[in-house]
């Protein structure tokens, strides 16, 4: 069984930081991509980074420079860390994998950036 379990989440004031970390329950950590995916209120999920098996990374255009996604693959942990918010990226953030043609998502953690 995967599970996914996210945390880090908070109120921050524009131009500040956060570090989400992601932790999966199950055997699969050390062969799954992983992924950061956020969801504002009224718009739809998007991917904000992921990360391969390898350590090979891609983002999303709106936070590329900003955001940086890195795992321990021996805590069965990915991290998302988040430089320079700003208000649009208030969202809540999911974890997710993909194993076996099944998707895997947490429960989710709020972003806030206001001041």
């Known amino acids: 069984q995967v599970q996914l379990v996210e945390s880090g989440g908070g109120l921050v004031q524009p131009d500040g930081s956060l570090r989400l970390s992601c932790l999966l329950s199950?055997?699969?950590?050390?062969?799954?991509?992983m992924g950061w995916y956020r969801q504002a209120p009224g718009k739809q999920r998007e991917l904000v980074a992921r990360i391969t098996s390898g350590g090979s990374a891609n983002y999303g255009d709106s936070v590329k420079g900003r955001f940086s996604i890195s795992r321990d693959n021996a805590k069965n942990t990915v991290y998302l860390q988040m430089n320079s918010l700003k208000p649009e990226d208030t969202a809540v953030y999911y974890c997710?994998?993909?194993?076996?043609?099944?998707?895997?998502w947490g429960q989710g953690t709020q972003v806030t950036v206001s001041s």
């Open positions: 997710h994998t993909r194993f076996e043609r099944t998707d895997y």
């Open positions: 199950g055997s699969i950590f050390g062969i799954a991509a």
